[in-house]
Every structure is written in C-alpha cells, then in structure tokens.
Nanobody, 123 residues
C-alpha cells in the first residue's frame, strides 16, 4: 500500500522557478530513494533527479545545474527545486520511490510510481 502524492506543478514562464513535492507513505523505513522522471509528448522519458536523505545525488544531463533534489531526515516529502526553467522542461513529471541506491544512469524504472504531474513552461 505504498502511495505517492505529487504536487507543485503548473504553469510558469521561462526563467522562473518551480518546486515539486513528492510525499511517500507506506514504507516501513524512511531509508528509501526518490527519483524523478519526466516525459514530453513525442519524446522519450528521461531521468531528472535521484537521491535519498543525503548524498550521492544524481541529475539528468538536461537539467544538471538547474535542479536540486532534497529530503530532510524524518521527512517523508522529497522536493525537486527547479530554477531557470526553459520551454523544453515542459512535460509530465513522475515521482518514483524505491528501496536501494540510485541508478546514476536512470536506466532502471523499478519502484513505486506516482500518477505524474504536469509542468508547463511558456511565455
């Protein structure tokens, strides 16, 4: 009965910031890993970020230096801070929770998936 709830999506203009939240419930331990994927219409799914309550953290090449994933100790919510947003950041963002470490290449999609949340970046 692991459940994920995503929030914080919406419409923003290029250059603005957005913070997505992913609240996870149902895990017996808080030592889980959170990942973010995104997919735009007509494009392949790509990895955005992955991390636990501490390092290491990994970011996709398209968003590196513009995003940060954070989860504090004792907090079941993971935050994805996105700055300097671009139109190509538009898409559906999915939160994934799993046991074990991050796959630095985002090649593994195993885990519990949230329903996804839309992000639109346009003028």
């Amino acid at each position: 009965q692991v459940q994920l709830v995503e929030s914080g999506g919406g419409w923003v203009q290029p250059g603005e910031s957005l913070r997505l939240s992913c609240t996870v419930s149902g895990f017996a331990t808080d030592a889980y890993t959170t990942l973010w994927f995104r997919q735009a219409p007509g494009k392949e799914r790509e990895g955005v970020a992955c991390g636990g309550v501490g390092p290491p953290r990994y970011y996709g090449p398209s968003v590196k230096n513009r995003v940060a994933i954070v989860r504090d100790i004792g907090d079941t919510t993971s935050y994805l801070q996105m700055d300097y947003l671009k139109p190509e950041d538009t898409g559906v963002y999915y939160c994934v929770a799993k046991e074990g470490p991050c796959d630095s290449t985002f090649g593994s999609t195993f885990g519990y998936w949230g329903p996804g949340i839309e992000v639109t970046v346009s003028t």
